[in-house]
């Protein structure tokens, strides 16, 4: 039960790297900032976002930046909105801690109980679990982005408090097809990753 929020938060944690705004920003086809921010400074003000998220700033870290032109970058709705993305995103990753440690002491207790086969099934059965949800979800999101879109932003925020202007800072850094990137990276890596534990716990002779 554990593994599927384990797989994707840790792939989530990938995604939030400079590394794949790197790719993202650069690669051929993505879209233009249609207001004037060039690939460097999607770069630059794209970092800050993800660094806010991840190292727990006060929002005065994203408050105080300017633009080229010296107007606040984030305006107080986008602002609202990143306080509460840093608030899930903490949730997140506290409760996969959590519900990771709570497998490993389970696994480590019926180690020592001589029953390590629990454990492989376990996993086995975690794998499978997690393709099927992954796939379910991968599916809806290239058939329906927007409904994915949309449902999951209604599931985790209030309404109104995520809607922005096509000129407003975040979807200039990062517009709609970021995310279906994004989404689709995490789907494929934890497919993947699922897949190499299936086909491992489904050799290993555990001992009795």
Known sequence: VVLPLVLVMINVRLAMSPLWLQTEYTRPGFPVDPFGFTTEDRLEYGRYAVDYLINQHDIAYLGNLRSPEGRPLFNERELIHMRDVQALTTWAFVATIIAGAA?????????????AREVVRGLLHGAILTISLLIAIIVLAVVGWEFFFTGFHQLFFADGTWYFLTSDTLIRLFPEQFWFDSALLIGVLTVA???????????IKAPN
Do not use: D, N, P
């Open 193 to 203: 990753e699922s897949l190499v534990i299936l086909g491992v716990t489904s050799v």
């Open 103 to 115: 497998a490993i002491g389970v696994a480590a207790w019926l180690g020592r109980r001589k029953q």
